[in-house]
């Protein structure tokens, strides 16, 4: 298995300018999680889906941010408009769902909004 | 709510030191419990995981063990290697949390040769 894919691995735009995150999370998986990683606040965990539907959205900082899982084989994360603040790695993550299955990371996209 | 605590670091050891890495958690329910390690420029990746008390996981010569009393999971190396220099991150997943998994801070070791 190719393990989970995000692209692109690199953004850098401007401040207003919208921005939209790819995942594909492992085939067979029924979760997914999107989060944040920035060296002030760490790893924040902004939504989670479980077989497509969202679970879970009280991470997401704000209306700027939306997230979409439209089929179990790829989401989308959203922000418009983008600011400075949003500058971060997001990475996305896949699971069985169950409390101990382990989550298989995406190796995260570096966003820099200037 | 369910959260986790760990060290701070950074933590700088020689080759072949031994290594602790202090977690507790406080959890509404009883939750399954893990440890990540994360490499620069990648995602992190699952390094052992324990599911009840008193279990211990291990992986790589790292271990951890399940201790329900202290509700604590501190991960250990009897001799650490260059390659293990990383960020450990402990994190428990718990059903009562609606199997969102919680992260700590993450803890950044440094191995010198």
């Known amino acids: 298995d190719a393990g989970v894919i995000q692209s692109p691995r690199h953004e850098v735009t401007e401040m207003g300018q919208e921005v939209t995150l790819r995942c594909k999370p492992i085939?067979?998986?029924?979760?997914l999680f999107w989060y944040r990683q920035t060296m002030m606040r760490g790893l924040e965990l902004l939504i989670y889906?479980?077989?497509?539907?969202?679970?879970?959205d009280s991470g997401m900082p704000e209306d700027r941010f939306s997230a979409k899982m439209p089929n179990a084989s790829f989401s989308t994360l959203k922000i418009q408009p983008s600011e400075p603040r949003d500058s971060a790695v997001y990475f996305c993550?896949?699971?069985?769902?169950?409390?101990?299955?382990?989550?298989?990371f995406g190796n995260g996209t570096r966003l820099t909004v200037t | 709510g369910d959260s986790v605590t760990q060290m701070e670091g950074p933590v700088t050891l020689s080759e072949e030191a031994f290594l602790t890495i202090n977690c507790t958690y406080t959890a509404t329910g009883y939750p399954s419990l893990f440890w990540y390690v994360q490499y620069p420029g990648e995602g992190l990746q699952l390094l052992l995981k324990a599911t009840k008390a008193d279990d211990k996981g291990s992986n790589k010569g790292f271990e951890a063990t399940y201790r329900k009393e202290t509700t604590s999971f501190h991960l250990e190396k009897g001799s650490v290697q260059v390659s293990d220099s990383a960020v450990y991150f402990c994190?428990?997943?718990?059903?009562?949390?609606?199997?969102?998994?919680?992260f700590g801070a993450g803890t950044r070791l440094f191995v010198k040769a």
């Open positions: 889906f479980n077989n497509n539907v969202p679970i879970d």
């Open positions: 993550a896949s699971s069985l769902g169950q409390p101990d299955s382990p989550l298989h």
């Open positions: 085939s067979g998986h029924n979760s």
């Open positions: 994190a428990l997943s718990d059903r009562v949390g609606g199997f969102k998994t919680i």
